[in-house]
Nanobody
Framework: QVQVVESGGGLVQPGGSLILSCAAS????????MNWYRQVPGSGRDFVAM??????????TYADSVKGRFTISRDNVKNTVNLQMNSLKPEDTAVYYC???????????WGQGTQVTVSS
């Protein structure tokens, strides 16, 4: 059974840090690009960060709004992906989703999301 499960969300003050984790089961993430998206009520899901598979060099891409503050990483042995979020701002408040994409087969898997709230 394929599962993508996010964890690590919560309430943090502006300027604080959080680490989101994404654990995949039922498939090996090695052949997948792994992504984080976020969504606020009334809006669509926005791209946050991507790390490509080791087969394409583990390249990373970030949305301009998080560049320099967020870092995505992957552990293909543990089958996990992390998002280190520093210098958090109130506008980072959203539900954060992990998304796995197989660039050849087209398989896509979404997690259920984890809430991040940045507020004093």
């Amino acid at each position: 059974q394929v599962q993508v499960v996010e964890s690590g969300g919560g309430l943090v003050q502006p300027g604080g840090s959080l680490i989101l984790s994404c654990a995949a089961s039922g498939f090996n993430i090695s052949a997948y690009s792994m992504n984080w998206y976020r969504q606020v009520p009334g809006s669509g899901r926005d791209f946050v960060a991507m790390i490509s598979s080791p087969y394409t060099g583990r390249q990373t891409t970030y949305a301009d709004s998080v560049k320099g503050r967020f870092t995505i990483s992957r552990d293909n042995v543990k089958n996990t992906v992390n998002l280190q979020m520093n210098s958090l701002k109130p506008e980072d408040t959203a539900v954060y989703y992990c998304y796995a994409h197989h660039v050849i087969r087209g398989n896509n898997y979404w997690g259920q999301g984890t809430q991040v709230t940045v507020s004093s």
